[in-house]
C-alpha cells in the first residue's frame, strides 16, 4: 500500500483539511482553481474554509466515528493549524490515507518542548531554553537564564498568547501563575536586530523548494507586515536555507514549512560563535516553525510564481514543488478586527489604489486582535510596495 501513496494525485482528487480558517481558504481556492477537491474539518460551520470547500465536516476533533468518516471520503489529509489531536492520524493510519506533513511532525509541533528538542537533536540553532515544571524550577531556570526571560506554556500558544516576560526582581510566583500553573519553557529573552522568516517546501521525492527569506515586523506579538525580500547580507539567506533544507530533511517532510528566525546582531553573533557552549555559530536562531503555510507567506500569492497554498496542494497530493521564483518585490500588511472599530472600514476608498490586492477571511465578527484579512501590494522595490502598502491600509480607517 505504501507505494500507492507514492503515486501523484490529479485533480479531481479529494484532498481533507483539519481546520477551517484562512489558511485552510486560501488552500482551497487553490484547490478550486486546479480542479481538485478539498473537504474541511473542524468544529466550525460556515466556517473561512467551509465557504470555499467542496463540503465541510462539523464535529469535534475527538469525535472517533466523524473522523473516521472524513478520512474515507478524502485521498489525502493535511491540516492547517497544529492543535488537532493526533487521533486524526491513528485513525487516517488505520483508513490507510496518506497525512501530510506526517502524525510525527504535527505532533512534535505541538508543543515548545518537543519543537525545541527536535530541532536541538536536529543540531539547528535555538534560542537557549529551560523545561520547567513548577515554581521551584522556574526560579532555578530563571537563575541560570537570567533576566529579563520570556516564559512560554510548553503547550502551544500562538500570537504571543500564553507567554509573559520576566523582568528583573520579578515576582515568579505570579508569572507562573499567570500562565495557568501549567508546564512551561523559560527561554532567555534575545536581543534580535530582526525577526526573519522562511517558507519552504518538500516532496515525496524529497525535492526541496525554498522561497525567499522575508522580514517580519510585529505589533503586540501579533505579525503586521511581510517584506519580501528581506534586506540582509547573501550569507544570511545562505544560512536560512541550509538550516530550512536541513530541518526538511530531518524532519523528512511532505508538504510546507515556515522557519521563524531572529537575527542576531553581527556582534552577538561573532561572540558567540567563539563560545564553545553557543547554540549557534552564524546569525540566525530558529524562534519557532509550523509545518504548515504561515501568515508570512501570504504574499507568495501575487509576488511568486507558485502560492504558498498551490505548494502545499502539490506536496500533501504527491507532486513536487512549484517553482518558488519571486516575480515582483511584495509586502503583505494584515488587516485586524481593529480596524472595524469605528464600523465597516473604507473599502472603497482602499479598492481605489490600483495596486492594492485584498484578501478577506469571510469571518463575520471583528475582534481586536482577530485576522480578518491582509493585502498585499508588488512594485518595483520594497520601499514603493511598503509605502504603497500603508497608504492603501490607513485608507481603510474610518475617522
Ligand atoms: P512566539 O509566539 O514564540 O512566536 O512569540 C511571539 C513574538 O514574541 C515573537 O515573534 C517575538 O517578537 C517575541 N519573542 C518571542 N520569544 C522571544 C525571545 N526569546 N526573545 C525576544 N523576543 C521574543
Known amino acids: 500500500m505504501a507505494q500507492s501513496h507514492r503515486t ?10 483539519f481546520g477551517s480558517g484562512q489558511l485552510g481558504r486560501m488552500l482551497a481556492m487553490e484547490a478550486r ?10 468544529p466550525e460551520s460556515n ?14 476533533y475527538d469525535d472517533r466515528a466523524a473522523v473516521r468518516a472524513f478520512a474515507k471520503s478524502v485521498d489525502a489529509l493535511t491540516f492547517e493549524f497544529e492543535n488537532v489531536p493526533s487521533l486524526v492520524a491513528e485513525i487516517a493510519a488505520e483508513e490507510d490515507v496518506p497525512v501530510r506533513p506526517s502524525g510525527a511532525i ?10 525545541k528538542s527536535m530541532l536541538r537533536q536536529a543540531g539547528l540553532p535555538v534560542t537557549p531554553f529551560h523545561f520547567v515544571k513548577d515554581p521551584a524550577e522556574l526560579e532555578e531556570a530563571v537563575r541560570k537564564t537570567g533576566c529579563p526571560a520570556i516564559l512560554k506554556t510548553a ?34 529573552y534575545v536581543d534580535f536586530e530582526r525577526e526573519l522568516s522562511m517558507v519552504a517546501a518538500r516532496g515525496v ?25 528581506a534586506e540582509v547580507e547573501p550569507s544570511v539567506v545562505g544560512e536560512a536555507e541550509k538550516l530550512a533544507r536541513r530541518l526538511c530533511e530531518h524532519l523528512e517532510l511532505v508538504g510546507v514549512l515556515c522557519i521563524e528566525f531572529f537575527l542576531l546582531p553581527k556582534s552577538r553573533a561573532d561572540r558567540d560563535a567563539r563560545s564553545s557552549e553557543s547554540a549557534t555559530t552564524g546569525r540566525l536562531l530558529i524562534n519557532e516553525i509550523a509545518p504548515r503555510p504561515h501568515n508570512s507567506g501570504h504574499w507568495t500569492i501575487e509576488g511568486a510564481v507558485t502560492s504558498q497554498f498551490e505548494q502545499q496542494l502539490r506536496t500533501v497530493s504527491g507532486l513536487g514543488p512549484g517553482s518558488t521564483e519571486m516575480l515582483r518585490p511584495a509586502v503583505m500588511l494584515n488587516l485586524l478586527g481593529d480596524l472595524w472599530h469605528n464600523g465597516e472600514p473604507d473599502w472603497q476608498a482602499l479598492l481605489a489604489v490600483p495596486d492594492a490586492k485584498l484578501h478577506l477571511y469571510g469571518k463575520l465578527e471583528p475582534r481586536p486582535g482577530r485576522k480578518m484579512g491582509h493585502l498585499t ?8 510596495a511598503l509605502e504603497k502598502g500603508f497608504a492603501a491600509r490607513a485608507a481603510l480607517q474610518r475617522a
Not at 504535527?106 to 519543537?115: I, Y
Not at 500562538?158 to 519553557?185: F, H, M, N
Open 155 to 188: 503547550a502551544f500558544g500562538y500570537d504571543g498568547k500564553g507567554q509573559t516576560r520576566i523582568e528583573p526582581g520579578a515576582k515568579l510566583s505570579s508569572a507562573w501563575q499567570a500562565l495557568g500553573g501549567q508546564a512551561c519553557v523559560l527561554e532567555a
Open 33 to 42: 482553481r486546479m480542479g481538485y477537491r478539498l473537504l474541511t474539518f473542524s
Open 8 to 17: 501523484p494525485l490529479s485533480p479531481g482528487s479529494t484532498i481533507g483539511v
Open 205 to 229: 521525492q524529497g525535492d526541496f523548494a525554498a522561497y525567499p527569506l522575508v522580514e517580519n515586523r510585529h505589533v503586540n506579538h501579533i505579525l503586521d507586515t511581510t517584506i519580501a525580500p
Open 377 to 384: 501590494v508588488t512594485a518595483e522595490t520594497t520601499e514603493a
Open 47 to 60: 466556517s473561512p474554509t467551509g465557504q470555499i470547500a467542496d463540503s465541510e465536516f462539523a464535529a469535534a
Open 106 to 115: 504535527l505532533h512534535a509541533a505541538q508543543n515548545r518542548l518537543r519543537e
